[in-house]
């Protein structure tokens, strides 16, 4: 997928590798440099394109590269800051699904969502989990036993939201209970721990009721498919047997599929691995949201990773670090967090 740049964009970059003047001219903003971007782009390359999705999903990179070349002038004009060691969260393998990706760099834990031992050791696990993948922005519902062990793993009291009898889990993002707790309460699956009456569950809140959410999340699963068989047509991205077939089965969560489009719109890439662990539950309904892939050489794994930390909300990242491969060539991992939001590739954002 070669994405164009503009010769606008070309002067900001050039201008940044100039020495600055002592009085320097005021730069264009953010959303100038964005907007010009993406409507000279647009202007001359989605007409020509025969299938709409490709073109929608194709906009939606273009304005993640444009904010990623934003940053590029920005840190060519102020001093390389060094790249935060990888220290990787450590996470069970999803049933039924890849273990988390890239085993020689991330380390992971080798248990399954199937776990047997006491209700504490479940409600443990559990809490780890929502520890370790859930955003730090989300609110979380847990009945008071819940509650103390995610306390226990380092989540702030202040998301904490204590379930007492007439309260509705969905009125936070998230929710942490006995898979019974969750009949009737508008809230869809993200991780499993245990089985029969040991059993927690840990949901997210279905915005518009689990009817409306049930059909965004289909029309995501379709545009995840249709990015991600789209990308296996880039010539700057490789991708093995098993990464290839997880993007053409839409098993890659939207904000992986961007990122690595606009990574590849400046180098090659090579993709060793998808992952990340959401024990339980299909990878159609909790796509992967790890990524771990390795460029030409480290200085272009470390500018890749100078892009990826410079981006906003949905792209930021929960976590990004060069990491040291079995071969010894470095890598980039990429992990977004949970849960990941819908419609990032049809138009209609949510979550």
């Given at each position: ?161 204590p379930l007492r009898p007439g ?24 991780a499993s721990f245990g089985t ?88 159609a309904d909790a796509p992967l ?63």
């Open positions: 997928m070669q994405l164009a740049s503009t010769r606008r964009t070309t002067e900001v970059v050039r201008s940044a590798d100039r020495n600055a003047p002592v009085t320097p001219p005021r730069e264009p903003s953010w959303g100038r440099v964005l907007a010009t971007t993406i409507s000279l782009w647009t202007a001359r390359r989605i007409p020509r394109l025969r299938r709409p999705g490709l073109a929608l999903f194709l906009a939606f990179v273009m304005l993640v590269t444009a904010a990623a070349v934003v940053a590029v002038v920005q840190l060519t004009t102020t001093p390389a800051r060094t790249a935060p060691s990888a220290s990787p969260h450590r996470a069970a393998p999803r049933a039924g699904g890849p273990p988390a990706a890239g085993a020689e760099a991330a380390g992971p834990e080798a248990a399954g969502s199937g776990v047997t031992g006491t209700a504490a050791g479940i409600r443990a696990q559990a809490a780890a989990w929502v520890a370790a993948q859930v955003g730090s922005d989300q609110s979380i519902a847990c009945d008071p036993v819940m509650c103390a062990a995610l306390g226990a793993h380092g989540i702030a009291s202040g998301r904490l939201m309260t509705n889990a969905a009125a936070a993002t998230v929710a942490v209970t006995s898979a019974a707790d969750h009949a009737q309460d508008g809230t869809v699956p993200l029969g009456s040991r059993q927690v569950e840990v949901r997210a809140a279905a915005p518009g009721g689990t009817a409306a959410y049930a059909k965004a999340r289909a029309a995501d699963l379709a545009a995840r498919r249709s990015g991600g068989a789209q990308l296996l047509h880039s010539k700057s991205i490789q991708a093995g047997a098993e990464a290839a077939a997880q993007l053409q089965a839409g098993q890659v969560d939207s904000r992986i599929l961007i990122m690595l489009a606009m990574l590849a719109s400046q180098h090659s890439w090579r993709v060793v691995a998808f992952g990340d662990s959401s024990p339980g539950v299909a990878l949201r790890q990524m771990i892939i390795t460029g030409n050489d480290a200085r272009t794994v470390a500018a890749a990773l100078a892009l990826v930390h410079a981006q906003q909300a949905p792209y930021a990242p929960a976590q990004a670090a060069i990491v040291r491969l079995a071969g010894g060539q470095p890598g980039l991992r990429i992990d977004f967090a949970a849960p990941g939001p819908l419609g990032l590739l049809t138009g209609n954002p949510s979550g």
